[in-house]
């Protein structure tokens, strides 16, 4: 399976705690996505490593990709109960056929205020 | 202003039935998505079309049928509905075929009783 699998499966921290997610894949990717995910709604985008990069920040968020070890974390610093979610990772495979994203089982992160 | 609007949102139907899910993006996007996510919040893609044109046909049982009439617009016919049917399905939108940002809809969710 290509299927990117995600730890942990749920985390639960206090307001102002910073969340570290991870994922791990199997394949060679060209990029690697994070989505979120809150309860009843659709994914919405947040970040985009390309293969070639190491770190990305986007405001709170801070990505890393280790292509040696087909991982990558995204950090949510100072974390606020807004931030209560399901978040994704998403690979697109080196022999990516139609553009087809792999996303694994997601980490249910809950912020307590 | 909705980029990509699905129809309807919420769809209870017996067994046996057929039904069908619309979905528009008004993003410029020309390529679109069925994704099905289970109870277990597993997304996986069952269609991809690019310009009017079948791309992605995973395993997906012949009740499913996709059709775009145009590549703004992509529906979801799905015949003699099963229980197994029941889950979230997600439209969702891009440009090309390169594994770039994928923008969703908010999500049907279909329960077959």
């Known amino acids: 399976s290509q299927q990117g699998e995600e730890d942990p499966q749920a985390l639960s921290i206090q307001e102002g705690e910073n969340a570290t997610m991870n994922c791990s894949y199997k394949t060679s990717i060209n990029n690697l996505q994070w989505y979120r995910q809150n309860s009843g709604r659709g994914l919405v985008h947040l970040i985009l490593?390309?293969?070639?990069?190491r770190e990305k920040h986007s405001g709170r968020l801070r990505v890393t990709l280790d292509t040696s070890k087909k991982s990558s974390s995204l950090l949510i610093t100072a974390s606020r109960a807004a931030d209560t979610a399901s978040y994704f990772c998403?690979?697109?495979?080196?022999?990516?056929?139609?553009?087809?994203?792999?996303f694994g089982q997601g980490t249910e992160l809950s912020v307590k205020p | 202003d909705t980029a990509v609007s699905q129809t309807p949102k919420y769809l209870v139907t017996q067994m046996g039935n057929d039904k069908s899910i619309k979905c528009e993006q008004n993003l410029g996007h020309d390529t679109m998505y069925w994704y099905k996510q289970d109870s277990k919040k597993f997304l996986k893609i069952m269609f991809s079309y690019n310009n009017k044109e079948l791309i992605i046909n995973e395993t997906v049982p012949n009740r499913f049928s996709p059709k775009s009439p145009d590549k703004a617009h992509l529906n979801l016919h799905i015949n003699s509905l099963e229980l197994g049917d029941s889950a979230v399905y997600f439209c969702a939108s891009t440009f090309g075929n390169s594994g770039n940002t994928i923008y969703f809809g908010e999500g049907s969710w279909l329960t077959v009783v």
């Open positions: 490593i390309r293969s070639n990069e």
């Open positions: 998403a690979t697109d495979p080196t022999l990516n056929q139609g553009g087809k994203l792999i």
